[in-house]
């Protein structure tokens, strides 16, 4: 392990111990699942109203789904290709009396219960976005001049349990959809960046905008990774939250006609609608907040505080 | 099949055809799990907002838990003897390269990929409260007086698909907790059983406050539930939804020490705490305010309308 890891790994558990002193965060017992505090909430509440009231010039629809979805969603989005390893499927029991008696003995010794369990129809929403594409292309094809979506505070899963406060296993996705043609998306999608660049710049954060790749899986992964460079596909803001590489608040994502044609989104003409979403990372935010501002937000600038209205 | 159970089935379907047309509730292709469109969800956060205002008195701490557990929070809890046939246990993907193309090979073929899959650490949240427990008593014993929670609208899952809109198999839960001595918890439940009463009054819904007892798996499930009843542990506030039957929208139950020994939650002195909780079916107040007033919020009584603030 090298010195830098060993430093970053000290961060994070510090930062991780002050969180939970201060009763920001609430330890579960797992990596990545927290529960939040009433501080924490407060602020995390206000970056969403923050973001609320940006979208709304807009004028989006918004729906607001579970953190579940359909395993026949997740199959056609394509996730099963990229991230097959971040994907959180649910299992539950169909079994017998003898079966559960069974199965409640095993958990009782500690030992594996899930030889009891099989695969259901629904999966964690991995991205806030997929419900989004089925429900509207169920629709029919978008209006003129396409759509908008504001889709909320969604809670979104991804299997990787790590030390860092700043990488959960679910959190708050605050997601914007953005369906019609190439120039709409794109345009769409230009002014959230500027937009997002304004909210971290109110926020006092030390932001920073950059073209992005997703971690896709295995050895393929590089190459989409690269395509997706080179397409200019995916921008991410980044900030500092613990170590000494700056972590990813926002994301901002042109899919092309992927979800389009995996979908059946048509545009007014028939065509095949183009999508772009962008989500913050609501408790990222809020944890850059505490880490940039302090851990009492009594002692924040009054600047931001204004801004945030707590 | 009976009559009677045909004409409720046809009752459910015809309901949710109408809150699909008119937007309302949006299928994702799965039994029991559904999108929410804007004005259902203007309500739905209403009703919300009416039981916080409703809690204040109560000058509760407020965290949130987000809709994942520990698995060895629902062991600890006895879920698993209870209800294992409704547990949800997330599996993900942990193989390599070559296993992963099979997976993926699989799905598209429309084969089984749980294959695939194990166990992980964490399962979806059963109900609202069960994370509260094991992160209370980790503070330490009690404040003098116990310690009451609002743990605001949680989503919580239930392995029940079902045609019935009134049965989702995730949904937000309204929960509140009190923790302290036997009569402390019993008072405070008391005083909730009126205050809904009161709400839903106010809503003017038909609700009927009446003693009840939970699904128990198994033939040892009869006993426990009338045990349950004999002790008058659970009381539910039931009105009309879809059924010739009533449906709970909120239930009221006391659980003597089963948690507080279970997690090890100790009163001021050291005793075992008794707990107590109670939770709104949100989705179900929201379904039963649109069965009773109209599919169209715009015809609902003024009197209904103020008192949700909408």
Chains 1, 2 share one sequence.
Not at 12 to 37: A, K, T
């Amino acid at each position: 392990m090298s010195t830098l890891i060993e430093t970053e790994l000290y961060t994070q558990q510090e930062f991780l111990s002050q969180l939970v002193d201060h009763r920001l965060l609430i330890p579960s017992g797992e990596q990545g699942v927290y529960g939040r505090g009433m501080a924490f909430e407060r602020v995390r509440t206000a970056v969403d109203s923050l973001i609320t009231r940006m979208s709304s010039p807009d004028r989006p629809e918004t729906p607001r789904f579970p953190p579940l979805i359909p395993r026949r969603t997740l199959e056609r989005a394509g996730y099963l290709k990229s991230f097959p390893n971040l994907c959180g499927a649910v299992f539950s029991f169909k079994g017998k009396e003898s079966a559960a008696l069974d199965l409640l003995e095993r958990a009782n010794r500690g030992d594996d219960w899930g030889v009891h369990l099989s695969m259901t129809d629904v999966v964690l929403t991995p991205a806030a976005c997929y419900p989004a594409y089925p429900a509207i292309a169920h629709r029919g094809p978008l209006p003129e001049g396409g759509l908008t979506l504001d889709l909320g505070a969604s809670y979104v899963f991804r299997n990787e349990p790590s030390p860092d406060p700043a990488r959960l296993q679910v959190f708050h996705q605050r997601e914007m959809v953005r369906m019609g043609r190439p120039d709409d998306v794109l345009q769409w999608r230009e002014l959230w960046m500027s937009r997002a660049q304004d909210v971290f710049a109110h926020l006092e954060l030390d932001a920073k905008l950059d073209l992005a790749s997703d971690p896709f899986f295995g050895r393929g992964g590089k190459l989409l990774a690269n395509s997706q460079r080179a397409q200019s596909l995916k921008f991410e803001v980044l900030v500092p939250i613990v170590c000494t590489e700056r972590t990813a608040v926002a994301s901002f994502n042109y899919h092309q006609e992927h979800f389009g044609s995996s979908f059946g989104i048509q545009l007014h003409d028939g065509g095949v609608a183009h999508t772009a979403c962008l989500g913050f990372g609501l408790e990222r935010i809020t944890l850059a907040l505490f880490r940039e501002h302090g851990l009492d937000t009594n002692t924040w600038p009054p600047s931001v505080l204004g801004r945030l209205g707590v």
